[in-house]
Every structure is written in C-alpha cells, then in structure tokens.
C-alpha cells in the first residue's frame, strides 16, 4: 500500500535566499546575540571545559565569531557533523525552520560523546502570536480568506518532549522572552526580512499581498498592542526557548527503581508532622 508523501511546510531555497539577503543586510544577528549571550551563561554554570564544541546554525558565519574554535556547519537535512566527534553541540536559532526537528536533534545526539551536552535555541510558544491574530482578521476581513504567514510556533511543553523522543538525558526546557518595539507593520516587516525570518513556508502566498490586508492589520495591531512607553508605536513579543540534554552515561543520575525506597512517604510526612507540633 502505497502512502502519499507528506505535503513540505517549508520552503528551503526560499528560507535560504531570505538568509543570504540577511547577512548582506547586516541586520541578521540581534536575536542570535541574546540567544548566544544566554548559552554563554548557561555554559559558565556547567562545571566542565568544553574541547570539541559544534554549532549547527543557518547563520555560521554569526557564530563562528561568538564561538571561535567551534565545528560549525548549515542546519541542511544531514547535519556535517561526525559521529561521537563534540562534547557539545549547539542547534542555534533554526530548529524552527526545520522539517522534521526531532532528526534534526536525533543527528545532534549522535555527533555527542558520552555525557556530551546539547543545547538547543530556536523562536517557540507565544512569538509574534499578536502579529498572526492580526493578520488572520484583517485577511478573513478583507479577502473572506486565509493563507499561511506566520511560521507555526511550539509550545515549550512540546519541544522539550523532543529531548527524550531524540535519547537525550536530563531534559530540561526553559523560555525567555523579549518584547520589541516597532513603528508599525511594515517596520516589523522590515525588520523580519532582515533578520532572514520572513514568510518562507511551502503554502504561503505567492503574490503580494493586498494592500488593504495589511492596512487592517496595522491598524489591529495599533489598536490591541500598543507600545506601553509609546502608545504611537506597536508592540510585539518573541519567545526564545532552550533545549537542554545530555549524552546518556553511566556516570549520571539515575532515578529509583519504583519500589526501591527503603522508607515510605507517608512515615516521613508524619515525622515531620510530629516534630512541628
């Protein structure tokens, strides 16, 4: 029985022109920053010295300079990146632009040492969820219809669940948010293209869209979001969420086997109980 292929969410060579437009506009770093800014503090809690680290990133050359010494290869299907090579690899700001981001980690995993670190960076939960109200009333307003432009964001519940389908130990999910300030929706737009993450999925419209729609929508968003230390400006939120996993190893901690406790709970709680009173 033969199966229909499943249909692409993402245009690759169309996110990859909007990537190389990006770096020759070079406006493509400011969330790359912060995301990079957060790992550095993350990693200065762990108390290892990493030799081997990689970073797989749509934006190498951004990278390559925050971690001199790194492997650093494109987030392609196949991930250039040797097996058991890295004690610790970076997936940095593209796993959302991924068609299947559980490979993507899997190949992560593989290229760790035992007990080697993967740390995860990509926009998730609630980011630009006021632009995507926005545009999705003033189209169904305008046209009578929708069309995809704003990429489908996971929930932090979700992705961290992706640690442990990929083998990775230790999961740990964690959100930071920002909010950014814009004049109004075509100098979000703006600087959406210029970050490289404009509209690039499969399904989306492939001719400009009405003026109309995206007068409405501006004024939606001027309406709903406005900028609290600005009112004539918008404001809207990105989400970054951190993915934390290890290598599995013999040396980390391992839970009880259930049944295993050598006291019961209740006992406990009434000790306690006991020695309040």
């Given at each position: 029985?033969s199966h229909?292929?499943?249909p ?94 559980v ?90 293209r ?12 492939r001719?400009?869209?009405?003026r109309?729609?995206?007068?409405r ?27 934390t996993?290890w ?28 020695q309040?009173?």
């Amino acid at each position: 029985m033969s199966h229909a292929p499943r249909p692409q969410l993402i245009d690759r060579p169309a996110l990859l022109r909007q990537r190389a437009r990006a770096l020759r506009q070079g406006h493509a770093d400011l969330f790359h920053q912060i995301a990079a800014d957060e790992i550095a503090d993350r990693l200065a809690e762990v108390n290892r010295t990493f030799t081997a680290p990689a970073v797989v990133t749509g934006f190498p050359d951004l990278w390559s300079a925050r971690f001199p010494g790194a492997t650093v290869v494109p987030d392609d299907e196949i991930v250039a990146l040797r097996p058991g090579a890295h004690d610790l690899v970076i997936h940095a700001l593209a796993l959302h632009w991924a068609e299947d981001p559980v490979g993507q980690i899997v190949q992560a995993a593989r290229a760790l040492r035992e007990d080697g670190l993967f740390i995860g960076v990509l926009f998730g939960g609630q980011t630009l969820s006021e632009l995507r109200a926005a545009l999705a009333r003033a189209e169904a307003e305008v046209t009578g219809g929708l069309s995809p432009r704003v990429l489908p964001m996971g929930e932090i519940r979700d992705l961290g669940g992706l640690l442990a389908r990929a083998g990775l130990a230790l999961p740990v999910a964690d959100l930071l948010s920002q909010r950014a300030s814009y004049r109004d929706i075509f100098h979000l737009a703006r600087d959406l293209r210029a970050m490289g993450e404009g509209n690039a999925m499969a399904a989306r419209l492939r001719q400009p869209t009405r003026r109309a729609v995206l007068a409405r929508a501006g004024a939606l968003l001027a309406q709903d979001c406005p900028d609290r230390d600005d009112p004539s400006r918008i404001s809207v939120g990105f989400d970054l969420v951190f993915l934390t996993g290890w290598a599995p190893s013999d040396s980390q901690p391992k839970p009880l086997r259930p049944g295993s406790a050598q006291a019961r709970l209740a006992d406990a709680l009434n000790a306690a109980r006991k020695q309040e009173e």
